[in-house]
């Protein structure tokens, strides 16, 4: 909801062109949505039929946009991948946040520093990057979980940050005041999320939601993500790497749906200071 | 000041043992053993191997892991060097750009239609504008795309093919990584309340920036560097599988199709040391231009 403030905390004001830019990231995740619940209402034939369609064939007023190598409509298959990259990135990013954003509060409040521990084995974790991580996790399960591989990959990021701005929190002064008039830790700790949760929500869910699509799609285009008959717009394109040099629509559209749906995201993710991330 | 360095020295070792424990455990929980004992008894043994640099064994070639995927480490860290000058060329002059004026920092929010775009899609881009475009095609010889056979054969499409096309993709990633850095070290450079008493004390604009708000971005961009490592990383692997180049990120997926886990911890240790070395360096550099203890 950040992005659609006229002013921070502070009195701050953010630009008047960036919280639009964080308006339209939400309206565009919002028409996202829509697209998705809808598309066996949009799509002009189920997942995965083909039409007796020319394969190949460009696009025209019958196909708009165009038929795949097994003469597939192109608009209907990126609509159901959509469904399919938008369901599971959402799925990720609620994983990721659960763990991440909401575990990196809880053990700032920890006893004997475990908290410091899991932020330092987080660290460590963080050093290798999350799409790196994400396919280790497929391999040591399966690829039907690549979404919660992404989820989980996606985590150290988040908790690290939520860990970092928790601890910062439980150092500030209105801490100090809080803990020395008698408040218990629970309240505090409550207090600082519904804060964290206000401001920053949009930021972190944003571009935890960017992350997992991007991880998720280039999952499934190196071969470790969706498994078929369920297609997502990473394997989608990758199904049309050898025809679309010369048939460039198989790639296009859905390359097109996917860099659309991570940049709303993105623009969604506009930071407290009226920042697109 | 020295206890600050002692702590970043003595974090920057624990972070290595913890990677080593990290690959360690991989190793042993890709295949554990029955019972909770034996496997804390395995990894404590392939943590103690690990630290005299013995990761097992592969499973395809039974070659010893480390020695393995060092053997393609060179061609991973070309790619990343080269994709980071080409970052750096390209992120810059864009992110300074970018964060100079009000107007352009407004337009800031467009670039990130480019920023959006994942890498395999800018690797399948580049290949289709190289083959419609200026007519280049994969290398005539696949089985050797070393650059001096290449160019032996007389190949020099193949050669820009193989070896131009990873770079740009690697490059275009690392841009989008730093401009983005950049604009927000610069912004917060920008709009630190000290330029305002500076400015009422009779200083110049052209003096505050260069004195105050250089070294501040410079040390920001420094303090980023891990990340920037991480994203030329993600960048390699897809490049390097695309492209078909032989380094450490392409054996890694072959490693991890193969289940061959002693690799695949012997590329990740070296992933995350590369990262460990990139971040600490960037941290000491930035400590020696923006010190640790200014207000």
């Given amino acids: 909801m950040n992005g659609l403030l006229a002013k921070t905390d502070n009195g701050r004001h953010i630009p008047a062109f960036r919280t639009v830019i964080g308006a339209v990231g939400i309206a565009g995740l919002g ?8 598309d066996n209402v949009i799509a002009h034939a189920p997942a995965g039929a083909a039409h007796g369609a020319p394969p190949l064939s460009p696009p025209d007023v019958g196909f708009v946009f165009g038929t795949d190598a097994l003469g597939r409509d192109v608009m209907s298959e990126t609509v159901h991948a959509l469904a399919v990259s938008f369901s599971s990135a959402v799925f990720a990013t609620a994983i990721a946040i659960f763990i991440g954003a909401f575990a990196g509060f809880a053990l700032v409040r920890m006893p004997l520093g475990a908290g410091r521990l899991v932020r330092f084995v987080s660290g460590i974790v963080r050093t290798v990057p999350a799409l790196v991580l994400a396919i280790v996790l497929v391999a040591l399960s399966s690829r039907d979980f690549s979404t919660i591989a992404v989820g989980l990959a996606v985590c150290p990021a988040i908790f690290n940050r939520s860990f970092d701005s928790a601890m910062s929190l439980a150092r500030s002064r209105h801490a100090m005041y809080a803990r020395a008039s008698g408040i218990p830790g629970f309240t505090l700790l409550r207090r600082d999320l519904v804060y964290e949760l206000r401001v920053n929500f949009m930021y972190v869910a944003g571009r935890a939601l960017a992350a997992s699509a991007t991880i998720l799609a280039t999952l499934s285009f190196l071969g470790f993500g969706t498994v078929p008959p369920h297609r997502d717009l990473g394997l989608v394109i990758a199904q049309a790497r050898d025809s679309y040099l010369n048939a460039w629509w198989c790639v296009l559209f859905p390359a097109l749906a996917l860099v659309v749906f991570i940049l709303c995201a993105r623009w969604a993710a506009t930071d407290a200071g009226g920042e697109a991330s | 000041m020295w206890r600050i360095w002692l702590l970043r020295a003595a974090e920057f070792l624990g972070s290595i043992a913890g990677v080593i424990l990290l690959v360690s455990l991989l190793t042993v929980a890709a295949q554990p053993p029955h019972g909770v004992w034996f496997f804390a008894k395995d990894v404590a043994d392939q943590f103690l191997r690990a630290l005299t640099g013995d990761l097992g064994r592969s499973a395809t070639t039974g070659a010893p892991a480390m020695a393995v995927a060092w053997k393609a480490f060179p061609v991973t860290v070309q790619l990343i060097a080269s994709g980071a000058v080409l970052a750096l060329l390209i992120g810059l002059p864009m992110g300074f750009l970018l964060s100079a004026g009000r107007t352009l920092r407004a337009a800031a929010p467009l670039l990130q239609i480019v920023t ?18 200026f007519h280049m095609i994969a290398p005539v010889h696949p089985e050797d795309t070393s650059l001096t056979a290449l160019l032996r054969h007389g190949d020099w499409n193949g050669a820009w093919f193989t070896y131009l096309l990873p770079i740009l993709t690697i ?15 610069a912004g917060a450079a920008w709009a630190a309340p000290y330029r305002n008493g500076l400015r009422m004390m009779g200083l110049g604009l052209l003096d505050i920036n ?42 890694f997926l072959k490693a991890i199709s193969s ?6 911890s012997s590329i990740l240790f070296l992933f995350a040391i590369l990262t460990l070395v990139a971040g600490f360096l960037g941290d000491v550099l930035a400590s020696l231009i923006v010190s640790e203890d200014r207000p």
């Avoid at chain 2, 289940?259 to 695949?264: E, L, T, Y």
Wanted: overall charge positive; hydrophobic content about 70%.
């Fill in chain 2, 116 to 133: 959006a775009i994942p890498v395999f899609l800018i690797a399948l881009a580049l290949v289709w504008i190289a083959v419609r475009s």
């Fill in chain 2, 259 to 264: 289940h061959d886990w002693a690799v695949v």
């Fill in chain 1, 31 to 38: 028409l996202t949505a829509v697209v998705v619940a809808l």
């Fill in chain 2, 171 to 185: 490059g275009a990633a690392g841009s989008a990584r730093l401009q983005m850095a950049l604009r927000r070290a």
């Fill in chain 2, 210 to 251: 260069l004195r105050f708000a250089l070294p501040e971005i410079a040390a920001a961009l420094l303090r980023d560097v891990r990340e920037f490592v991480l994203t030329l990383i993600s960048a390699a692997v897809i490049a390097e599988w695309i492209f078909q180049r032989n380094g450490a990120a392409d054996l």
